[in-house]
């Protein structure tokens, strides 16, 4: 079971919106920045979102997020069949034993 | 740009060590902004952080994994090192390196990463 929880699966049709949960606590998004990675099928993760909602260059700004106490949102607009894919959210634990966690994933179904 | 690139057999025995290199090309691994981390994922699972280690050798590892973990950095080489001991099949996994984003807060992104290497524990 992963410390940060995400939903294990969204979808929504093309040219809509999406969001995605990753829910932690104080020790880990509470006082840590929340990055957000994109894997698709078959491939490594690729950074997404960084510092709570920064975007890479060469991320469109159909991607956003955003934290808000102990949660984070990752936002998705204009949907498309390319966006499916499986989406994480990872921060620092800053608790004793400090180390890196990641959500359990969120699957993104593009009807 | 940045690339890194995982090294190592595909296939350990139960109860022995696995060994991985990451080679890093086009940048520095002795830059002072970074660490260098190790991530696996099972087979159909998410993502589980390993460790990280700076270009001094300072490192972070998973608490579950700790007694288990040992990361190395050759910085004449660009390169650095996982080394997992007493695998059983519950370590095959496709394992990532990529560099670690560090502030003075802690460890924060991920950025990029390598494109993976699946290991295979079985006799």
């Known amino acids: 079971q992963s410390v940060l929880t995400q939903p294990p699966s969204v979808s929504a049709a093309p040219g809509q919106k999406v969001t995605i949960s990753c829910s932690g606590s104080?020790?880990?998004?509470?006082?840590?920045?929340v990055s957000w990675y994109q894997q698709l099928p078959g491939t490594a993760p690729k950074l997404l979102i960084y510092?709570?909602?920064k975007r890479p260059s060469g991320i469109p700004d159909r991607f956003s997020g955003s934290k808000s106490g102990t949660s984070a949102t990752l936002g998705i607009t204009g949907l498309q069949t390319g966006d499916e894919a499986d989406y994480y959210c990872?921060?620092?634990?800053?608790?004793?034993?400090?180390?890196?966690?990641f959500g359990g994933g969120t699957k993104l179904t593009v009807l | 740009q940045l690339q890194l690139q995982e090294s190592g057999p595909g296939l350990v025995k139960p109860s022995e060590t696995l060994s991985l290199t990451c080679t890093v090309s086009?940048?520095?691994?002795?830059?002072?902004?970074?660490?260098w981390g190790w991530i696996r994922q099972p087979p159909g699972k998410g993502l589980e952080w390993i460790g990280s280690?700076?270009?001094?050798?300072?490192?972070y590892y998973n608490p579950s994994l700790k007694s288990r973990v040992t990361i190395s950095v050759d910085t004449s080489k660009n390169q650095f090192s996982l080394k997992l001991s007493s695998v059983t099949a519950a370590d095959t996994a496709v394992y990532y390196c990529?560099?670690?984003?560090?502030?003075?807060?802690?460890?924060?992104?991920?950025?990029?990463w390598g494109q993976g290497t699946l290991v295979t524990v079985s006799s």
């Open positions: 990529a560099r670690h984003d560090r502030d003075a807060t802690g460890l924060n992104w991920f950025d990029p």
């Open positions: 990872g921060t620092w634990d800053s608790s004793l034993s400090a180390h890196v966690v």
């Open positions: 104080s020790s880990n998004i509470g006082n840590n920045y």
């Open positions: 086009g940048g520095s691994i002795s830059s002072s902004s970074y660490y």
């Open positions: 280690i700076y270009y001094s050798g300072s490192t």
């Open positions: 510092d709570n909602n």
